[in-house]
């Protein structure tokens, strides 16, 4: 080989590792290049997420802001609605009052039952009521005046009657023995309905300033012992007391069945009807358990006459009255007085996450137990935020939660933990099921205040809401539950007092704290 050959050759190769070292530094700075890039997206990637979690914080601090505030002004709505309502009551009185001798072709009825000629009359005896007579309306409780109509046409002077018969109006009063001050700014009667604003922990006794006149029966469904006394029940009622009764419309069908004799009972139709149920019924008796008891005040969506519950069933914790001895219950009831238990129910306002504001709600349901949150067939925990009236309280990590009347106190809640609590305590429970923390206890309410539940927008799954153990309702993220005091109890009727009632059955229902006594010849105190 030449020499020229061998530098051509030798500059060939060098040129060839010259290309080589360049090719590797640029693969070199490119894939530096790409990791610093790389680097970069991540930073501002976790810098852009960073302000998002902050922005929706934000976000989320704003909407419960307008949430207290909307919330506050549907509170002062319902102050104001009410405060409407009591002036156009008063200034119908008043105008009442102001016409002097109108024709009263058909007559009204005072509160003794007797026929007044004309509206003048009519209100002559309402402001002699309201001037405290003891005749009528008494220093301890006020009663009704109203005139109810059926509707009915008959020549007949009775069936005149019956088409002008007003309401059996009574008076309420508690203290020792029924005595005591009735105080109209705690429990209120108008019209023949009762309203409370805030509960009075002493007894409280009914007594009749008219005669009862119609009593609804409610039984317990495919029981052949309930449909043989309910058959007993409402010929009594009917031969030996003079009373209309009215029933269901299946019990009605089974009465016609067994007999046509039981043709004068009476039904409904539709629920038109029984939205106006309270304006007729005197007083409302349930055949069976609790779950009647339920039923029954699940019919009446406003004011409530006063429950003689008969134990039928299972557990008794609200049906003191035994149903052998029915006659001598119901005649003593009848005649009066009788010692009533109120238990409050609560209303509970379902907002959906879509809804405009506060307002738009859907329909109120009223429940006398309680309303249970839970994660349905969900796997994942419920994820719940809590408030009470505009304070935060706590966020439910668990099964879920109950939110309970005291007269609840001893169903749910009181398996999840709750405490027992006597029907006339004022105040709302708050009890969590299986909570996934071992500090979380219940809690007891005062009855005043206003409960919302909320399902927060990071819940991994959606919460489901029962109502009395039915009207089961899915609550998605961003949807609330609303839960407050009703202003209609449910009265029940007593054997005795409500609190001799109250631990007979927490003893005969749970046997509570039944164990064996101690032994007189075990170790003595020297």
Known sequence: MSHQEFDSEGTLNNSRSQLASGLTESLCTFDSEKVVQEYLQQSVVKGVDDHL?????????????????????????????????????????????????????EGYYDCKGKKTENLTDQCSLESLANDKSEKCCGRDGICSHEVLRDGETDSDSKMIHSRMRRKASFRLSWGCNGSGQHKHDIVSFERGNITTAVRSSKQISLRWESQPQVVLILTKPNSTTVRILCAEMVRWLKDQKKINIIVEPRVRSELLTESSYFNFVQTWEDDKEILLLHTKIDLVVTLGGDGTVLWAASMFKGPVPPVVPFSLGSLGFMTPFHSENYREY?????????????????????????????????????????????????????????????????????????????????????????????????????????????????????????????????????????????????????DALVCSMAPWPVPTACQVDSTTDFLRSIHEGLHWNLRKPQLFDGPRES
């Not at 939110?403 to 106190?409: D, E, F, N």
């Not at 409960?451 to 109502?467: E, I, K, M």
């Open 330 to 478: 119901l005649d003593a009831i009848l005649r009066g007085p009788i010692s009533i238990t109120l238990r409050h129910r609560l209303q509970c306002f379902v907002i959906r996450d879509g809804a405009k504001d506060e307002l738009e709600t859907e329909e109120p349901i009223l429940v006398l137990n309680e309303v249970t949150i839970d994660r349905g067939i969900s796997s994942y925990l419920t994820n719940l935020e809590c408030y009470c009236d505009s304070s935060f309280v706590t966020c439910v990590q668990g099964d879920g939660l109950i939110i309970s009347t005291t007269s609840g106190s001893t169903a749910y809640s009181l398996a999840a933990g709750g405490s027992m609590v006597h029907p006339q305590v004022p105040g709302i429970l708050f009890t969590p099921i299986c909570p996934h923390s071992l500090s979380f206890r219940p809690l007891i309410l005062p009855e005043h205040v206003t409960l919302r539940v909320q399902v927060p927008f990071n819940s991994r799954g959606h919460a489901w809401a029962s109502f009395d153990g039915k009207d089961r309702k899915q609550l998605a993220a961003g």
């Open 53 to 105: 979690v902050e922005f929706s914080e934000a976000l989320r601090t704003v909407a419960k802001a307008l949430r207290r505030v909307a919330e506050g002004k549907a509170s002062a709505k319902a102050e104001a609605a009410e405060w409407k309502r009591k002036y156009e009551l008063e200034r119908t009185r008043n105008l009442q009052q102001e016409h002097k001798r109108l024709p009263s072709p």
